[in-house]
């Protein structure tokens, strides 16, 4: 019977493992750095469930083997307290980084930079005084940014290129981004 149960957590275990090989790949990232950082709690619940199954049933294999072999009932005994100590790592775990999502974190620091890149090429923008990002659930970010704008644009200008820039952002970013961008007057920057 625990082969049959590790046949089937272990092919659970290798397409979620292969999933999130794309994704990292994808993402141009080290497949543990991309679990590590990554916001789908779905994929990130799927594989750690099925890597506690698939060690869970070989510390269960490996007490009742020893079991037999000694004669000890102590054997088994240990295997179960050791899954038990397994589950509640693994909820844990999973509990912080679904705690990160409810209340926010910031952006990754390589999506960080490209909307910082992408805000400070953006025509007539003066200077990046401030950005803010807070990612919240698996696929949206807030964007705020205080941009000084250059003398010659009009505030009709000032609503396109934030247009613009949402527009490039949605383009480039793996999330959905809700920007706003608060246009400050250049002896204000200098300020904070």
């Known amino acids: 019977m625990l082969a049959i149960a590790f046949a089937a957590e272990g092919t ?22 991309h679990v590590r950082r990554s916001p789908d709690m779905t994929v990130k619940a799927a594989l750690f469930e099925d890597s506690a199954a698939v060690i869970g049933l070989a510390l269960a294999a490996a007490g009742l083997a020893l079991s037999q072999l000694t004669g000890s009932t102590a054997w088994d005994g ?42 400070e090429k953006t025509p007539a923008v003066d ?22 704008f250059s003398h010659e644009i009009s505030s009709d200008q000032v609503g396109d290129l934030a247009g613009d820039i949402d527009r490039r952002l949605s383009e480039g970013l793996p999330l959905v981004p809700h920007v706003f961008i608060d246009p400050t007057h250049p002896g204000h920057a200098d300020e904070n």
């Open 12 to 33: 659970s275990l290798v397409r979620a493992v292969a999933q999130v090989r794309g994704e990292a790949r994808q993402r141009d990232r080290e497949l543990l750095d």
């Open 78 to 119: 240990s295997a179960s307290i050791a899954i038990g100590i397994l589950l509640i790592a693994v909820a844990v775990k999973l509990g912080h980084d679904s705690k990160e999502l409810l209340i926010g974190r910031a952006a990754d620091p390589r999506d960080q930079r490209l909307i910082r890149e992408e805000i």
């Open 127 to 148: 200077k990046l005084v401030e950005l803010f990002t807070l990612q919240f659930g698996p696929d949206h970010l807030i964007v705020a940014a205080r941009v000084v």
